[in-house]
């Protein structure tokens, strides 16, 4: 049972679209990560989000944490190439310290 | 500031062999886990070592084992190979304190045959 859902799980977009990929859970969260990975590489780092209702900005990326802290979702505005990867979101829930991941969501952005 | 490295990049192995991955963690970091990833999914958690003990252990068989040093530096070790075992392997280098972020290595790609 996957404790974190993704969607969508693919998605193919022109450059220049804005898209959002959402992050879901029955379980609340003490803190969520977002990540982006490349192929063959392992995931990096986007954001952390602690507090419900917390909106983050990195360049034209946009991310929230939901106010009940069991979801969240990440905007990107105007994407580009370089934006193609998987996003992966990561929580820690139950007092446990230990992040469980989604599945991820795979983007392509075609230029 | 040097991030997490991992060794090595890519390895084959035969079912049945044994093999080991090493880590070293992010400059600053006392915490290291390792994660399997297979195609198609998100990284699965095997194990966290803090203060060169296993802290917390993810749903794998004793085939999967590890070692934290005192420069906390890290390997996994993992017995009998089968052939599900091929994955990237990831170690993430972390603070033993919140929020606990992870920051990953580039992994060990294994092949086994």
């Known amino acids: 049972t996957q404790l974190l859902e993704q969607s969508p799980q693919f998605l193919s977009i022109q450059e220049g679209e804005n898209l959002t990929v959402y992050c879901n859970s029955s379980s609340v969260f003490s803190s969520l990560q977002w990540y982006r990975q490349e192929p063959g590489e392992g995931p990096v780092l986007l954001v952390t989000?602690?507090?419900?209702?917390e909106v983050k900005k990195l360049k034209r990326l946009t991310f929230q944490f939901g106010d009940a802290r069991k979801d969240s979702s990440l905007h990107i505005t105007a994407a580009q190439p370089g934006d193609t990867g998987l996003y992966l979101c990561a929580g820690q829930s139950g007092g446990s310290y230990i992040p469980t991941f989604g599945r991820g969501t795979s983007l392509i952005v075609h230029p | 500031d040097a991030g997490v490295t991992q060794s090595p990049t890519h390895l084959i192995k035969t079912r049945g062999q044994q093999v080991t991955l090493r880590c070293s963690p992010k400059s600053g970091h006392d915490t290291v886990s390792w994660y399997q990833q297979a195609l198609g999914q998100g990284p699965q958690f095997i194990f966290q070592y803090y203060e060169e003990e296993e802290r917390q252990r993810g749903n794998f068989p004793d085939r999967f084992s590890g070692h934290q040093f005192p420069n906390y530096s890290s390997e996994l070790n993992v017995n009998a190979l089968l052939l599900g075992d091929s994955a990237l392997y990831l170690c993430?280098?972390?603070?033993?304190?919140?929020?606990?972020?992870?920051?990953f290595g580039p992994g060990t790609r294994l092949t086994v045959t």
């Open positions: 993430a280098s972390s603070l033993h304190q919140p929020p606990y972020e992870q920051y």
């Open positions: 989000v602690v507090t419900g209702g």
